[in-house]
């Protein structure tokens, strides 16, 4: 009742500023953190929902600050387990600083993603059966090879980032020399055999009843187990069609459904799995499954070549976030590094390496972001993505942006003209989609805005559409093609993406089509057409 009544005292008040969401957070860190894991309620489910929300909202690098902070709390491991779910800044610093029990580690543990886990290894004093769990998990995907693994000239020492360069270097050419996956200390005897995969045989796996694989055979373990089977998401790795996932859900067994993996050569792509879900014997709960992975059976190509070009778009697509997925490993390490050099944790750091190494973490934080936006347009022109199905209103959502982007407008003394014609301005997609599409616009146009420059936007809600028109700035009426990925001459008062208006305005078309609609330039004007709730429930239905 004590923390149901600090709760509720926290949610009653709405988080209005910058300022309130960053106390808020740090609020229900405390209170949820300092929570027993077996004490839910539906209170506790709203806080967690609020916490989802507010991360949104706050910075990766300002989450991480505050989760690093002395006196916080993190002796819950299911707020722990929510955590590390969470952008690698916060997940590094929440690793950094839980305070669980050797037994709340051990079942924790297996139910974390694998980057968390990487950086899980760097604490000294994780508890001894947790490090056990560590090591028969082999966990060592973050963790590069030591410098002397380099045949260069290593007689000279070279402390620092000199040597995470060489560390570095020898981690990509353990890449191009071929796989060196570490194997599970489960005395099999077997030896890891590349061939094994890539002709199409299969393995045996294990899952807990979240999904996540437990188990695998030892020659695949490293690669496979850690993953969490279940339906597409924007960070998702092993990836169920619709009907597997369904079928997933209701816990019933698995024959043939399909999975698509990503990771290193030797998983990436597709396969099919059988399993069997399993019960315990005394309370008859569901504790996973048991089954096999196998890869499919190949397929003559069709000489239709209408059909071979979307099957070229998705192997494109495929290829993208399997390069996407190999630069982000070094990235994570790089970051993971930095954050530790910053917070101490080799020992004590001058304060001069500690800067450095934040603003390596920061930049490292923007590379990754710049990783998503690529990925995600890979996704979306290859057909991989699509948007589910909600509902927001286009005139609250433009609103709302207009508010964010006021403070840096007024300063410059620009602003953003707003008009609406017409009364529904429903459109059949979700409101945090919306957000995220509207905002690539607005952010890359008012960034480009020259000081006391004034644009009209006009939002207009018809019968079957709502379109929104706004003018374009004076410094992209020149631009032949708007959707060019092209370098940002200087940086912007305040912009949407890392690679320029191009790559946004491309990025935003791409969403647009996927939610049925169109972004297109009309001559001096930019103009974004969405499907209104009804035609979008009409195209949906037709899909289905």
């Avoid at 963790?143 to 380099?150: F, H, N, Q």
């Avoid at 997925?325 to 004590?348: C, D, K, S, V, Y």
């Avoid at 599409?437 to 709502?466: F, K």
Wanted: contains cysteine; hydrophobic residues 45%; negative net charge.
């Amino acid at each position: 009742m004590l923390f149901d009544d600090r709760l509720a005292t926290v949610l009653r008040f709405p988080a209005q500023s910058e300022l309130a969401a960053r106390t808020q957070y740090r609020q229900l860190l405390d209170l949820l953190g300092s929570m027993p894991a077996d004490a839910p309620s539906q209170l506790t489910e709203s806080a967690y929902a609020r916490l989802g929300d507010l991360a949104d909202e706050l910075p990766a690098a300002m989450q991480s600050a505050i989760l690093r902070s002395p006196g916080l709390r993190l002796r819950n491991p299911r707020l722990v387990a929510w955590l590390a779910q969470s952008e690698p800044q916060a997940a590094a610093a929440v690793m950094a600083t839980a305070q669980l029990t050797d037994s709340e580690w051990v079942e924790l543990i297996p139910r974390l993603p694998l980057t968390a886990r990487g950086f899980l290894r760097h604490r000294r004093e994780l508890p001894p059966g947790a490090r056990r769990v560590l090591d028969r998990l082999g966990v060592k995907d973050l963790v590069l090879p030591e410098p002397e693994r380099i045949e260069t000239d290593t007689q000279v020492e070279d402390p620092g980032i000199g040597a995470l360069v060489r560390r570095i270097e020898a981690f990509q050419n353990a890449k191009r020399k071929g796989p060196t996956a570490p194997r599970l200390p489960l005395g099999d005897g077997r030896d890891y055999d590349p061939e094994h995969f890539r002709h199409g045989r299969a393995f045996d796996f294990s899952t807990d009843a979240q999904g996540v694989i437990t188990w695998a055979d030892p020659a695949m373990a490293p690669m496979v187990v850690g993953l969490t089977l279940g339906p597409a998401r924007p960070d998702a790795l092993a990836v169920l069609d619709d009907a597997g996932a369904r079928t997933m859900l209701r816990r019933l067994p698995l024959r043939g459904a399909s999975l698509n993996l990503e990771g290193t050569a030797e998983i990436a792509g597709e396969w099919r799995i059988d399993a069997t879900p399993v019960f315990s014997p005394d309370e008859g709960r569901f504790t996973g499954y048991n089954g096999r992975m196998r890869r499919p059976l190949p397929v003559l190509a069709s000489t239709s070549a209408p059909a071979a070009a979307p099957a070229r778009a998705a192997g494109t697509g495929d290829r993208m976030r399997q390069l996407l997925h190999e630069l982000r490993t070094p990235a994570n390490a790089i970051q993971g590094f930095a954050e530790m050099i910053q917070q101490q944790m080799f020992g004590t750091t001058p304060n001069e390496y500690r800067a450095l190494a934040a603003a390596v973490a920061v930049d490292a934080a923007r590379i990754m972001a710049g990783f998503d936006e690529i990925d995600r347009l890979a996704r979306l022109e290859s057909g991989a993505l699509e948007f589910e199905s909600g509902q927001c209103d286009l005139r609250e959502v433009v609103n709302q942006l207009l508010r964010r982007l006021d403070g840096v407008l007024r300063q410059r003394s620009a602003r953003i003209e707003f008009e609406a014609e017409g009364t529904d301005f429903t459109v059949g997609l979700d409101r945090s989609d919306a957000l995220q599409l509207v905002w690539r616009l607005l952010a890359t146009l008012a960034g480009a805005l020259a000081p006391g420059e004034i644009i009209d936007l006009t939002l207009i809600g018809r019968s079957g559409d709502v379109t929104m028109e706004i003018d374009l700035p004076g410094s992209m009426m020149g631009d032949s093609d708007l959707f060019a990925a092209t370098a940002t001459a200087q940086p912007r008062a305040v912009s949407a993406g890392m690679f320029g208006s191009g790559f946004t305005f491309r990025l935003a078309r791409a969403e647009a089509r996927a939610a049925g609609g169109e972004l297109a330039r009309r001559e001096d004007r930019l103009e974004l057409v969405l499907p209104s709730l009804t035609d979008a429930r009409i195209t949906l239905d037709r899909r289905i």
